[in-house]
């Protein structure tokens, strides 16, 4: 069986892990664009290589509140149903491989909308994380919104 390459990243004292597959790079803090109009979530565009980027906060997405940047934020530029946006989290620790089979449900005490963003969750020795289903993080319907602008 084929392992699975993850990129694992922090929000507030949780890990999560996201199929490395949909991330273009790791940058650091750039100057964001405010865009009127836009969910909270929503932090505003940047300019990345030339393209224009959304910049979605993870922690205000996920109900957490908005980040607060360190020197350790990052952005995790991932490809959404085709579409390059910006995650902002607190770190990306690193890359490993996981087996499918290692993926286990998410646990029934998530409820309501967190539920819908989790593939499942991964145990490997003492670490826990929650893989991230980004293709239901941001509807295609956000999507062409922030599009928009």
Do not use: C, W
């Not at 699975?4 to 004292?13: A, E, R, S, Y």
């Not at 490993?96 to 993926?103: A, C, N, R, T, Y």
Request: charged fraction near 25%.
């Amino acid at each position: 069986m084929v392992p699975l390459k993850v990129i694992v990243f922090q929000i507030n004292d949780e890990e999560y892990a996201i199929d490395v597959r949909q991330v273009q790079s790791i940058e650091r803090v750039q100057k964001i664009t405010r865009v009127p109009g836009l969910p909270p979530f929503v932090k505003g565009v940047m300019n990345m290589r030339g393209e224009v980027t959304p910049i979605i906060d993870l922690k205000e997405r996920f109900g957490m509140g908005p980040s607060q940047y360190q020197k350790e934020t990052r952005f995790l530029i991932v490809s959404v149903n085709g579409v390059i946006i910006g995650l902002i989290v607190d770190t990306a620790n690193d890359v490993i491989d996981i087996h499918q089979d290692q993926i286990e449900p998410a646990p029934e005490t998530i409820s309501g909308t967190d539920r819908e963003y989790l593939k499942g969750v991964v145990k490997i020795g003492d670490r826990l994380f929650m893989m991230v289903h980004l293709d239901r993080l941001i509807s295609l319907e956000e999507l062409h919104n922030i599009q928009k602008g």
